[in-house]
């Protein structure tokens, strides 16, 4: 029988401890979650190793090719987008199979996740009302304006907003490339999707950088090593694409549906074990304790290793006040700024709360946000959570999780017992909210344009939505304390379904321990004082 | 006077071993409950504990072995004869200057109250601290496997801290009592250094 290879100095003492262990209580140690993994060799990488890497791994020059010289007409992107084509041939049809197009998903046999058709949220609440073409500049797509936009034709998908390479490419309304754009250069230089590509669209989210993920903005960019340990050029120098792999242009993570840590389950075929788990690098057993390890069965990655979320420089939205717009200065919008510049109140979105450094909120969570889309009927609970996380103690695919949870306040119609889709983008006289500052004709607008049915009244309804925290992972140095946990008042105050260690402390106990101490203390005191004053032994 | 020898070297060192693992799993096991002082710090607390735990059923397996093969575990058969002169003696008797009751050999070292006190600690108080300590740190696993309730474990927590409270007033009690030997300190240079020299011939001769 072949030996395993000796390694240096494993950790010697779990191994110990497990064999102890398994003497004394002779049972099995829960199925394959305990199993570990042999670490991946190339799992740490420095940024020059991986940037060399990844360079190598191209095969083509693109400034070679003849299709690629132009000359492109100014925001020409379909014509780019045609000189693509001509050597990858199946390229634009595997993008059209993906969400990053159709901006919707169907799950569990329902349609409608996606915001090009039902979905909702509490920031800038829905595109589908009218405000498609300012929405769909982040769309991997040209021309998309509104619901006649034509998904079937090739030259209309967006090469170059992943694969740019210069830094200089840019969209404007409707996904259209900005007509400064010297796309002929661009398109001389693609190559694999970087930090900023998809950082493009992600980083600004919610409207502008930072405001709705809390885990993703620019400072990833050149975040510190203590910020992002992963995407730090002085931490591992990785890219968004190292974990998020992709075959077909599917892009593995979108959290619609993919639960995001059925690790055991590739999102598609070809992909390889989704890299998006943290297992898939660290193992199920990283840390040097079995008892750690074995925080991984309920616990995940993410709630101890990343502390607070908006970790960089930029403050995250933690609350939108849509109910509070729409206040004017001499008919005119206006806003309000707190010491940091940051906006405390925006006529265009009302009152706002902006944070950095923010302590998630913790909760089960087995990766499936359940959403309610446009055509949902809401729950009578107030505030309505938008998006509850599935998932119990019970659930074996469920941990306790950080979450980002935004808090809002927005238009939805009482009658029909729905959320409402306004119409928001659009100049003075065209009934957008934006423009007109008016509701109830925005409202009445948007579900027109989105073919919803409404009642004719809304009124305001406080909201919560969820965000799973994953990126911006600190330095192991600052993993949390046990004790952030394992006290009275901690962070996992809240997160019920099982007992935990110093969270759930009886003080009954105590007093009943100590009255017993006390008690044997003061029958040794009262013998030992009686033996004194008889002035023997 | 006779000198008599009463614990046997490895009983010794079985006895303060087991002393100095008791002591730091106390004061591990408090900070890990939240009520003691903060000493280790919780992460090495817990960590302490459980190898401490281990290191002690270690010593404990040795001290049973021992206990069977040298037959000295016939001290601890708890026995009527002269309990309530020892009762007595404790609550009034010793006060008076009065003789200890019970004639200490070295196959009977242990007075009845002693027996029936170390024997209480040793088929009760370790034994539970030993179990639920063990249920407490495979709970998770147990949990799983046999699917038991997630909640259920404040019981195993609750028995654990009661026998930890239990074991902090014995030691004092205990510590306590070393202190009634012919002097203050004669029982604990016993414990020492394995022998005693006792002065109550006369006493018994008499009787």
């Known amino acids: 029988m072949p030996h395993p290879p000796r390694r240096p100095s494993p950790p010697r003492m779990r191994g110990f401890l497990r064999v102890l262990a398994g003497l004394l209580v002779l049972i099995p140690f829960s199925g394959g979650a305990q199993e570990a993994v042999g670490p991946n060799p190339a799992g740490h990488g420095s940024f020059t190793a991986s940037h060399a890497a990844k360079m190598r791994s191209q095969t083509a020059d693109h400034s070679k090719f003849t299709a690629l010289k132009g000359p492109f007409k100014d925001g020409d992107g379909p014509a780019v987008t045609r000189a693509c084509l001509t050597c990858h041939t199946k390229a634009a049809e595997q993008m059209m199979a993906t969400s990053h197009w159709t901006w919707n998903v169907a799950k569990d046999g329902k349609n409608g996740y996606g915001k090009s058709t039902a979905l909702v949220n509490n920031y800038c609440l829905t595109i589908v009302g009218g405000n498609t073409e300012g929405c769909t500049r982040c769309h991997a797509g040209y021309g998309f304006k509104d619901k006649t936009f034509d998904f079937t034709k090739q030259e209309n998908v967006d090469c170059l907003v992943c694969h740019d390479t210069t830094g200089d490419y840019e969209k404007e309304r409707a996904g259209m490339p900005n007509p400064a754009v010297p796309l002929a250069e661009i398109a001389q230089k693609v190559g694999t999707p970087t930090n900023k590509n998809c950082g493009a669209c992600h980083f600004f989210g919610g409207g502008a950088n930072a405001t709705k993920h809390g885990d993703l903005d620019d400072t990833i960019l050149k975040a510190p090593r203590t910020e992002d340990v992963h995407m730090s050029r002085q931490g591992a120098g990785m890219d968004c694409v190292d974990c998020h792999t992709s075959a077909e242009h599917k892009v593995g993570g979108p959290n619609y549906v993919i639960p995001a840590d059925r690790r055991d389950e590739p999102k598609f075929a070809g992909e390889s074990i989704s890299r998006m788990a943290c297992p898939a690098c660290h193992t199920v057993a990283p840390h040097q304790s079995y008892v750690l390890n074995r925080h991984y069965q309920k616990i995940a990655c993410q709630t101890c290793h990343i502390p607070a979320f908006a970790r960089g420089e930029r403050p995250t939205n933690t609350f939108w006040d849509w109910a509070t717009s729409g206040r004017l200065k001499d008919g005119r919008p206006y806003e309000e700024k707190d010491a940091n510049g940051w906006p405390t109140y925006t006529s265009m979105r009302g009152k706002m709360v902006w944070e950095r450094n923010v302590k998630p909120t913790y909760v089960w969570y087995n990766g499936n946000l359940d959403f309610l889309r446009l055509t949902d009927k809401l729950p009578a609970a107030r505030p309505i959570v938008m998006n509850p996380a599935e998932g119990s103690y019970a659930d074996p695919k469920a941990k306790i999780w950080p979450f980002k949870f935004h808090e809002a306040t927005q238009p939805f119609d009482p009658v029909n017992n729905t959320f409402v889709a306004p119409f928001t983008d659009g100049p003075a006289g065209s009934g957008a909210y934006w423009g007109d500052w008016k509701m109830d004709v925005a409202v009445q607008k948007g579900m027109e344009t989105a073919g919803l049915p409404y009642s004719g009244k809304f009124d305001y309804v406080r909201t919560t939505m969820l965000w799973p925290i994953t990126h911006m992972v600190a330095p192991k140095e600052q993993a949390l304390a046990c004790t952030e946990c394992h006290a009275k008042k901690g962070r996992l105050e809240q997160v019920g379904g099982f007992y935990l260690l110093g969270r759930d402390r009886g003080m009954g106990i105590d007093v009943l321990g100590f009255g017993m101490i006390l008690l044997t203390i003061l029958g040794v005191a009262t013998h030992g004082l009686i033996r004194t004053l008889h002035g023997r032994k | ?207």
């Not at chain 2, 239990?166 to 240079?189: D, Q, R, S």
């Open chain 2, 1 to 207: 006077m006779r000198r008599v020898v009463l614990y046997e070297l490895f009983e010794r060192f079985w006895h303060w071993a087991q002393a100095l693992l008791i002591l730091t799993m106390m004061l591990t096991g408090f900070e890990i409950r939240g009520v003691g002082p903060h000493i280790f710090g919780f992460a090495r607390a817990v960590t302490l504990h459980n190898y401490l735990a281990l290191a002690l059923i270690t010593l404990i397996v040795f001290a049973i072995f021992w206990h069977v093969t040298t037959g000295e575990w016939r001290q601890y058969i708890p026995t009527r004869k002269f309990l309530q002169e020892m009762v007595r003696f404790y609550l009034t008797g010793i006060f008076k200057g009065a003789p200890h009751p019970v004639k200490k050999h070295r196959m009977a070292k242990l007075n009845p109250l002693q027996r029936l006190a170390y024997l209480g600690f040793k088929v009760l108080i370790i034994p539970v601290q030993i179990s639920t300590g063990a249920l407490y740190f495979f709970y998770p696993n147990l949990q799983h496997t046999m699917g038991w309730s997630p909640t259920s474990l404040w019981f195993v927590a609750v028995v654990h801290v009661l026998g930890a409270f239990a074991l902090v007033a014995f030691l004092i009690g205990h510590v306590y009592l070393t202190t009634t030997g012919h002097t203050p300190m004669t029982n604990l240079k016993a414990m020492l250094l394995g022998w005693e020299d006792l002065h109550d011939d006369e006493y018994f001769d008499q009787a």
